[in-house]
Each structure stands twice: as C-alpha cells, then as structure tokens.
C-alpha cells in the first residue's frame, strides 16, 4: 500500500506517485469514473471535472467547449499529468478538427499533454490500420451522422452506423449487455 511520508511526490510518498489523470466530462456522465478507477494501474490517480451537458441537442453541445477552459484550470489546481476531454460526441460536434479546438483550449489553461476521445479512437485506429468500421452507439440519428462524417473526414470509411436513440442522462444508462449485443448485429450486418 502507498501511503504518506515526507511529502514529496515520489515512488514510495503518496497516492498518484506515477500520474495524475485529469477528466472533463459531461455533467449527466454516469459511467465514466467507476470505468476510470476500474482501468487505472497501482501509482496512477484520476481527478474529475464537470461540464453543463443536460440534453444532447445542439445547445447543450455548443455550450459544453465554453466549459473546457474552466475545467482545465480547476484541474490545473491538482497537478495533472495529463487531461482528457471524455466526451466522444462533444469532441466531434463541431466536425473535422473540433477535437484539435478543444485541445489548445486545454492547453491555453495547463500545459500538459491533453487528447479528446474521438482523438484518441482515431490515433487507436491509425495505430491498428483500420480503415473501415461499422459503429454502434447509443446516440441520436444526427448525432451518429457527426460521428460518420468525423470518422470519415479522418480517412475511416464507416459502413454502418446504427444508434439506439437516447439523450442526456439516457445515454450512460444503456446496460453493457445491450451495447455489445447491438454491435454484434450491426457487425453481422455487413
């Protein structure tokens, strides 16, 4: 067990002796942080900061990026070794290079590296060489078409994409079973 001696961030001193991980996330996100601390190796802490999102219509989105500088800073306070934007759809909203704007918008508050999620799908995918996918979300139909066209303007041909149509709070509260179940079908659709 780490526990506290003198203080000074170090191997054997205090918890997130490795990293500090900071996350910006939509205020009705659920799911994230139990998902955070089930992944996060022995010396590695997560440190968690809020955006308004209540409802995914456009509004709620435009207004999500006015939270990022606010959020980076807050995290800033921490000491973070790194901050991502955990919001797949708010990181894409804005099309092709929108995750790149929310990223100087961190790092204009800390500078530390920082990624989005559909930055880190799309390095995922060049890494692995996929160049075609098909996607299963539990998004909205205008929200998915965001997703195929930032996909795609990223050099990834999406083939399907399918969504089982919730909002907000709706969104964190699919059930896995239902979520892999859908990407089977979507899968042995094509």
Same mark, same amino acid.
């Given at each position: 067990?780490?526990? +506290?001696?003198?203080?000074?961030?170090? &191997?054997?001193?205090?918890?997130?002796?490795?990293?500090? +991980?900071?996350?910006?996330l939509?205020?009705?996100?659920?799911?994230? &942080?139990?998902?955070? @601390?089930?992944?996060?190796?022995?010396? *590695?802490?997560?440190?968690?900061?809020?955006?308004?999102?209540?409802?995914?219509?456009p509004? @709620? @989105?435009?207004?999500?990026?006015?939270?990022?500088?606010? %959020?980076?800073?807050?995290?800033?306070?921490?000491?973070?070794?790194?901050?991502?934007?955990?919001?797949?759809?708010?990181?894409?909203?804005?099309?092709?290079?929108?995750?790149?704007? *929310? *990223?100087?918008?961190?790092?204009e508050? *800390?500078?530390?590296?920082?990624?989005?999620?559909?930055?880190?799908?799309?390095?995922?995918?060049?890494?692995?060489?996929?160049?075609?996918?098909? =996607?299963?979300?539990?998004?909205?139909?205008?929200?998915?078409? #965001?997703?195929?066209?930032f996909?795609?303007?990223? %050099?990834?041909?999406?083939?399907?994409?399918?969504? #089982?149509?919730?909002? %907000?709070?709706? =969104?964190?509260?699919?059930?896995?079973?239902? =979520?892999?179940g859908?990407?089977l079908?979507?899968?042995?659709?094509?």
């Amino acid at each position: 067990m780490v526990g +506290f001696s003198n203080g000074v961030k170090g &191997e054997d001193t205090m918890i997130g002796w490795r990293a500090r +991980f900071g996350v910006i996330l939509p205020s009705v996100n659920i799911t994230t &942080e139990s998902e955070f @601390y089930r992944c996060l190796p022995e010396g *590695i802490t997560a440190h968690f900061t809020r955006m308004e999102f209540k409802e995914s219509t456009p509004e @709620y @989105y435009e207004r999500m990026i006015d939270d990022v500088p606010a %959020g980076a800073r807050m995290l800033s306070h921490a000491e973070v070794d790194a901050i991502i934007f955990a919001c797949t759809s708010g990181s894409l909203y804005g099309g092709l290079g929108y995750d790149q704007k *929310i *990223i100087s918008k961190i790092k204009e508050q *800390i500078d530390v590296p920082a990624s989005t999620t559909s930055t880190a799908v799309i390095e995922a995918f060049k890494t692995m060489g996929v160049k075609k996918v098909a =996607v299963a979300t539990p998004y909205e139909d205008w929200v998915n078409e #965001l997703e195929k066209n930032f996909f795609e303007g990223n %050099g990834v041909k999406v083939l399907n994409i399918q969504g #089982l149509g919730c909002r %907000g709070i709706d =969104v964190c509260e699919v059930h896995p079973e239902k =979520v892999s179940g859908e990407a089977l079908k979507i899968l042995e659709s094509n």
